[in-house]
């Protein structure tokens, strides 16, 4: 549905408000919002890697960039810094991130690539910022801290370390908005490869966004097992989110970066954004950060 090619297209937001699908293109430094009324595609640069974005209450957005959590406000396209983080890790950057029940924007990071496929293990970590800004680390020693969401009662957080091939279940608690007490909930076949986004639906089931293995995959959380795939037509699936008027459409994000040119050769739809209908299942309107 958007043809517009993202570099590294990444954590798709599903807007109400504004009838809209919010997404960032990491390597581009944007963030961007496509309307399916217009077809049109709006973006604000940034002054560094953006990871993600979410939902101000408010309005806006607030966005994980660099190494710092920021407000970006859409008409004046203002990015107001609230905090850095990691500043003793230069190669170092805010990966996904997703607003929890209570209205705190949780976010990862992880190590940059030194070259190609190369990159520093156990770098990276995942925050929550409150309301009142401040900030808590959860966990340490994450590779790639990606793909997070809640299940439908509050009392499980799930959260993907690509590099570990693993979507983790961890207790929740939602009024402290602590995690504690991980387990392996599912780990990626091979030709699944290695999982990135995520979101749960309205049956309280997992999509899994499979990088380099070009699909989204459902999962059970009760069984642990793997329950529906759908292959997209490029290989290199990011993230994905529900929405639409009633959230019976799943979108889902893409990336060119990282093929060479003989394979974007082959790849007439790589950094597309797709959208899946008629999976007979709804999802969940998004959180709003809370300030």
Excluded at 77 to 87: D, K, P, S
Excluded at 205 to 230: F, S, Y
Excluded at 260 to 268: I, S, V
Aim: hydrophobic share 35%; net charge negative; with cysteine.
């Amino acid at each position: 549905v958007v043809k517009e090619k993202t570099r590294m297209g990444e954590c798709p937001v599903w807007e109400e408000r504004e009838n809209a699908l919010v997404y960032v293109d990491i390597n581009s430094q944007k963030v961007c919002r496509w309307s399916p009324l217009t077809n049109e595609v709006q973006s604000v640069s940034v002054d560094a890697r953006v990871g993600s974005v979410a939902l101000r209450q408010c309005g806006g957005y607030v966005i994980a960039l660099g190494t710092r959590f920021a407000f970006l406000d859409w008409d004046t396209r203002a990015v107001t810094t609230i905090l850095e983080l990691e500043q003793d890790k230069p190669n170092n950057r805010f990966n996904d991130g997703k607003v929890d029940p209570k209205g705190r924007f949780f976010a990862g990071t992880m190590a940059e690539e030194t070259s190609p496929g190369v990159r520093a293990r156990r770098q990276g970590a995942l925050y929550t910022l409150f309301p009142d800004h401040s900030v808590i680390k959860q966990l340490d020693q994450v590779d790639i801290s990606n793909g997070l969401d809640w299940s439908l009662d509050h009392r499980t957080f799930f959260h993907i370390n690509s590099l570990a091939y693993a979507v983790h279940a961890f207790s929740y608690d939602v009024h402290t908005g602590k995690i504690a007490c991980p387990k392996l909930l599912y780990h990626l076949e091979k030709e699944e490869q290695m999982p990135d986004g995520m979101c749960i639906d309205a049956e309280g089931k997992l999509w899994v966004a499979c990088i380099d293995g070009g699909r989204v995959i459902r999962v059970d959380p009760e069984t642990g097992k793997r329950i529906q795939t759908v292959r997209l037509p490029t290989p290199r699936i990011t993230s994905c989110c529900f929405g639409g008027k009633d959230y019976s459409e799943m979108y889902v994000t893409s990336a060119y970066d990282g093929l060479d040119e003989a394979t974007l050769a082959k790849e007439p739809h790589a950094g597309e954004i797709f959208k899946i209908t008629g999976l007979g299942v709804k999802g969940i309107p998004q959180n709003f950060y809370a300030a």
